[in-house]
Nanobody
Framework: QVQLVESGGGSVQAGGSLRLSCAAS????????MGWFRQAPGKEREGVAV???????TYADSVKGRFTISQDNAKNTLYLQMNSLKPEDTAMYYC????????????????????????WGQGTQVTVSS
């Protein structure tokens, strides 16, 4: 059984930082493409960051330079370090994984490609106040 559990969300002031975690179980972590997505009320779900099997990463323009995606293979955990948070970062954040999706950053972060991911966590809320 593949399971993803996010944690680390919360409420912070603009300019603050949070680190989200996504604990994965039930599969071989290294064989899956993994990424972070977010969805604000009334808005479409969008890709935030993706990490590839070789460790390379790709970020949405809106978070580039502020967010960092990383993974700890020993702990089978995905992270999203979020710095310099802005009110527009407020959203429910989800981690996702899939063994067969085309794991290209440009593709995963574009349009509705999030629909290709088969496994999702329950989400963790991030709220950034002015």
């Amino acid at each position: 059984q593949v399971q993803l559990v996010e944690s680390g969300g919360g409420s912070v002031q603009a300019g603050g930082s949070l680190r989200l975690s996504c604990a994965a179980s039930g599969y071989t972590y290294s064989s899956y493409c993994m990424g972070w997505f977010r969805q604000a009320p009334g808005k479409e779900r969008e890709g935030v960051a993706v990490i590839h099997s070789d460790g390379s990463t790709t970020y949405a323009d809106s978070v580039k330079g502020r967010f960092t995606i990383s993974q700890d293979n020993a702990k089978n955990t995905l992270y999203l370090q979020m710095n310099s948070l802005k009110p527009e970062d407020t959203a429910m954040y989800y981690c996702a994984a899939d063994p067969w999706v085309y794991c290209s950053g440009g593709y995963i972060l574009a349009g509705l490609a999030w629909r290709d991911f088969g496994y999702w966590g329950q989400g963790t809320q991030v709220t950034v106040s002015s």
